[in-house]
């Protein structure tokens, strides 16, 4: 076991505390950015922190390789044992596995979120927490247009959306999902985006709607500022890189080569013909490789990442959507819907071993560490490929499946390069986006069927996506997360390590956001009944706060936002104070119909949720 070394992020613990137990060393630290409050100000809800635990023997040899879990729990949960620390943790403990639903967690440390890319210029963030069927809407990003693909930028902090129709790229803070989106603007219709292994930069395409001329631009993942731009083919674009992130690749669909940049210079290192329509790309660390496979021709060329010669062309049929590589870097699976085959090409030999047929078009792969699943156009069914079995017996390889929903899951008329099935880590499960059901469903392997859905709430999910919320190490040793502090009270810092064996519950305060917080949440109704008004026509939604208790005016809210919606379409705007309580948002309702009407503020303790008695209605 290697030596503990200490965090490279400069943050001062608000909370820390320490425990030992048979012969193990435990520290628990909960921090903010450096540039927030000091670390005597308490803890506040709704804070965002980062925490970490150290594990080490008491030598100071840290614990590396272990697989800790962590919750934040209200006090009240071990209650009954208050006298006896040791006895009270392990009822907490007995309490959170038993997980019936009072006894949840405020903040769960290991767990995920899920998020969709949608059809209506939204993202849905759904907190899968209270199980299936009990799923709740975490938050709605409004985009400044419909995303195309989306990537997670350093430390799961951030998540970059390409919004072709306003000629930019969306930047979400993931840690503040109902705060503003950050427009990156770039000057033409960006489409693709991807993350270079180094995490140096990540790159998007520019492409001119008039000419079509492209651009791959540079970004600073830190800064958000264009590093440098280098011209590229024709659209559309798949990018690729080397391994040491010396080289970009980028596929030309609509000038048959592939451009190939020199990202530590800025500049293009080479152009090579590949084929008439080049459509995606995928290396191959173990064969130092990027495999190239073209939608017209049908075939695969194999460009060396380092001379950037083409060593090898494989023939296949035409219509390939899609090569990914497994993740050993040995096989390459191509999935092609018009030829209704998915085929697995051996980068040691760079040939084909083996080719399944399906009926039903399959278009997208997606791997886990044991197992390759293909999702059908036509089919509700996922295809799932067992990676174990490629090298048993030659010409023969078993295929599985599991019913990905009731209804075919593509939706021809909201394409989306970004993958619709996702693995969720550590789980040896996939979550599967349909968009003919408008669901996004939970495959766990070794089942025959789901274990369950998530809804998303009526809209059709273009592509899905995990964001991790579980301990992490950072580095040898030490375990972390980043979380939104619950609700004001007294908690448990639940710490819990199965091998080897070890456990503790650090006490901590969280405080109120706000002296307001600390007090119920005020209430929020319409200052007068809304009426109905003709679609487009600009109308004024008044609203009136009111303290829960005394029912006295609320008029010093600054952050009143008012979410106005139906599954079809949205729009969240902070409203206006008006004085003595009153509050106003301008709008114009699109299209006929009756509109749900939200109202939040996260400084008065006000959450999101559905208030029948507030509706419009935009008639005929």
Request: with cysteine.
């Amino acid at each position: 076991m290697l030596a503990a070394v200490e965090p490279t992020r400069a943050e001062e613990p608000a909370f820390s505390a320490r425990a030992a137990q048979g012969g193990l060393a435990l520290e628990a630290t909960i921090s903010r950015a450096a540039s927030a409050a000091g670390r005597d100000a308490p803890l506040r809800s709704g804070e965002s922190v980062t925490v970490r635990f150290r594990v080490s023997d008491t030598s100071g040899t840290a614990i590396s390789g272990a697989f800790p879990n962590g919750w934040m729990v209200l006090s009240g949960m071990g209650s009954t044992m208050a006298g006896n620390p040791d006895a009270r943790c392990r009822l907490v403990l007995h309490r959170l596995q038993i997980a019936s639903l009072p006894d949840q967690a405020e903040v769960d440390l290991n767990t995920f979120l899920v998020l969709a890319l949608n059809e209506d210029a939204t993202i849905s963030v759904i907190d899968p927490r209270s199980g299936f069927g009990g799923t709740r809407l975490l938050g709605l990003v409004a985009l400044h247009g419909v995303g195309e693909d989306w990537i997670q930028l350093t430390d799961q902090e951030r998540l970059a959306v390409t919004v072709p129709e306003a000629d930019a790229i969306d930047i979400v803070d993931m840690r503040a999902w109902n705060g503003p989106v950050r427009r990156l603007d770039i000057g033409a219709r960006p489409r693709r985006v991807a993350l270079q292994p180094d995490r140096a930069f990540f790159w998007a395409d520019a492409i001119d709607p008039a000419t079509g001329a492209a651009r791959a631009v540079a970004i600073n993942p830190d800064t958000l500022t264009v590093a440098g731009q280098v011209s590229i083919g024709m659209g559309p674009h798949d990018f690729a890189f080397s391994g040491d992130s010396r080289f970009l690749f980028v596929a030309n669909a609509g000038s048959g080569t592939v451009s190939v940049i020199d990202v530590g210079a800025l500049t293009p290192a080479a152009e090579i013909a590949t084929g008439p329509r080049p459509v995606s790309l995928a290396y191959s660390e173990l064969a130092n490789a990027v495999y190239v496979a073209d939608s017209e021709d049908g075939s695969v060329n194999v460009i060396d990442a380092r001379s950037h010669a083409v060593r090898a062309r494989i023939p296949g049929p035409p219509g390939i959507a899609q090569i990914g590589f497994a993740p050993s870097g040995r096989h390459a699976f191509v999935v092609n819907p018009r030829g209704g085959t998915v085929t697995i090409i051996d980068s040691v030999l760079d040939r084909v071993i083996h080719s399944v047929e399906s009926a039903f078009e399959p278009d997208r792969v997606t791997f886990t560490g044991t197992t390759a699943y293909v999702r059908q156009r036509k089919n509700a069914n996922v295809m799932m490929l067992p990676l174990d079995q490629i090298e048993v017996e030659p010409g023969k390889f078993p295929v599985f499946g599991f019913p990905g929903g009731s209804k075919p899951p593509a939706a021809p008329e909201w394409p989306s390069p970004a993958p619709p099935i996702a693995a969720v880590a550590g789980d040896r499960a996939v979550l599967v986006a349909n968009g003919g059901d408008r669901e996004i469903y939970y495959y766990q392997e070794g089942l025959a069927v789901p274990m369950g859905s998530f809804s998303n709430y009526k809209r059709l999910p273009r592509a899905v996506t995990v964001v991790r919320r579980d301990l992490r190490e950072s580095a040898p040793g030490i375990y972390e997360t980043n979380v939104s502090l619950g609700r004001p009270g007294s908690y448990d810092l639940v710490f819990r390590l199965n091998k080897p064996p070890f456990y503790h519950c650090f006490p901590f305060e969280v405080a109120a956001a706000s002296a307001r917080q600390a007090r119920r949440p005020p209430r929020v109704a319409p200052a007068a009944p809304f009426r109905a008004v003709a679609a487009g026509q600009p109308v004024s939604l008044d609203f009136v706060v009111t303290d829960a208790v005394t029912g006295a005016p609320v008029g010093d809210l600054t952050d009143l936002t008012v979410l106005v919606m139906t599954p079809a379409w949205q729009t969240r705007q902070v409203a206006a104070p008006l004085g003595d309580g009153h509050y106003s948002i301008e709008l114009a309702v699109p299209v006929p119909g009756f509109y749900a009407v939200v109202a939040s503020s996260a400084n008065a303790g006000l959450d999101y949720q559905p208030m029948p008695s507030l509706q419009i209605v935009a008639p005929q």
